[in-house]
């Protein structure tokens, strides 16, 4: 079982930078596959990136590959998004996600075990 923590959201204006944390528990955390999903109001959850749990590989969407970077600490236990040149239509609920099979694909493919809370991002014009 693995806990997840997200936190760094919060009000930017549109071209502003913020950092998203996600705090995992548990001691397999480096062989985890994590990602970054979001949901804005009336929309479905949609993704948004993932990485490996080596840190080697990583998967964007469309909407954010270039400005977006998916990063993670095994020593911390702990997954990052750095969301560069923010627009409104970023704005949303952010999840961390967490998954024990180490193919990144298959796992953005099939779907992630586990979730967190989620942590609000408003992005103003």
């Known amino acids: 079982q693995v806990q997840l923590v997200e936190s760094g959201g919060g009000l930017v204006q549109a071209g502003d930078s913020l950092r998203l944390s996600c705090a995992a528990s548990?001691?397999?955390?480096?062989?985890?596959?994590m990602g970054w999903f979001r949901q804005a109001p009336g929309k479905e959850r949609e993704f948004v990136a993932a990485i490996s749990w080596s840190g080697s590989s990583t998967y964007y969407a469309d909407s954010v590959n270039g400005r977006f970077t998916v990063s993670r600490d095994n020593a911390k236990n702990t997954e990052y998004l750095q969301m560069n040149r923010l627009k409104p239509e970023d704005t949303a609920v952010y999840y961390c996600?967490?998954?024990?099979?180490?193919?990144?694909?298959?796992?953005?493919?099939?779907?992630?075990?586990?979730w967190g809370q989620g942590t609000q991002v408003t992005v103003s014009s």
């Open positions: 996600a967490a998954d024990s099979r180490l193919d990144p694909v298959a796992v953005v493919t099939t779907g992630f075990a586990y």
């Open positions: 548990g001691r397999t955390f480096s062989t985890y596959t």
